[in-house]
């Protein structure tokens, strides 16, 4: 069965330092990924998405990048966090062959201070 | 554009009660998707439903209904008779049918809460 880990959980961070989230999935090959954020009281916001390794599709401009250096991980980064880059991040796959939902996984609550 | 409008932001109700969450939505596709998802204290989103447009039969699945009224964009969701383990944030969607990556674009959710 197919299974997407998200880490870390939760994550405090000063304004200015960099971040690294990391998604993974198993179970499945050439997965479509992506990148959701929710701000405190608002919906899901789609940040970035991938089709395959290397490509990478934005959906708003940010302070944040996003990076598929294998198959099926999918990192979000930023070399300089702001304080409006406080939210809860998650990640989802969905199959690139039946393309009918997306699977989420566990979310990182990022603050940043 | 697509949009998700969830004009219920926090709904408060007692065990057993019947409750009905609305969605309304906006699209210029004649083909698109509907989707519920449900969002435990956890935080990660479980998938609830997926509605296709040409199909406007209600869903029952169990305590859960859904009615699509494609003339009114509108998606509801209902759950009867109500239960603690129900409270959460649900979150409608929508998405175009498109090749590639799915692109949903949700609503700002509503937060449930079932009290005992």
């Known amino acids: 069965s197919q299974t997407i880990h998200q880490w870390p959980a939760t994550l405090v961070q000063p304004v200015g330092s960099p971040l690294s989230l990391e998604c993974t999935v198993e179970g499945t090959s050439n997965p479509n990924l992506y990148w959701y954020r929710q701000a405190a009281g608002r919906g899901l916001q789609l940040l970035f998405y991938s089709v395959g390794i290397g490509q990478i599709s934005s959906e708003v401009p940010q302070n944040l990048s996003a990076s598929r250096p294998q198959d099926r991980q999918f990192i979000l980064s930023s070399k300089k966090l702001l304080l409006s880059d406080s939210g809860f991040y998650l990640c989802?796959?969905?199959?690139?062959?039946?393309?009918?939902?997306?699977?989420f996984g566990s979310g990182t609550q990022l603050s940043v201070l | 554009a697509q949009k998700v409008t969830q004009a219920q932001t926090e709904i408060s109700v007692v065990e057993k009660e019947d409750v009905t969450l609305d969605c309304v939505y906006e699209t210029r596709d004649t083909t698109y998707y509907l989707f519920w998802y449900k969002q435990p204290p956890s935080g990660e989103l479980v998938f609830l439903i997926r509605?296709?447009?040409?199909?406007?039969q209600n869903e029952i699945s169990g305590r859960y209904s859904w009615n699509f009224q494609k003339s009114t964009s509108s998606f509801n969701f209902t759950i009867t008779a109500s239960q603690v383990v129900d409270s959460a944030v649900y979150f409608c969607a929508l998405r175009g049918i498109i090749q590639g990556a799915q692109k949903l674009v949700f609503g700002q959710g509503t937060r449930l809460t079932i009290n005992p």
């Open positions: 989802a796959w969905s199959s690139a062959a039946r393309n009918e939902k997306l699977f």
């Open positions: 509605r296709n447009s040409f199909d406007e």
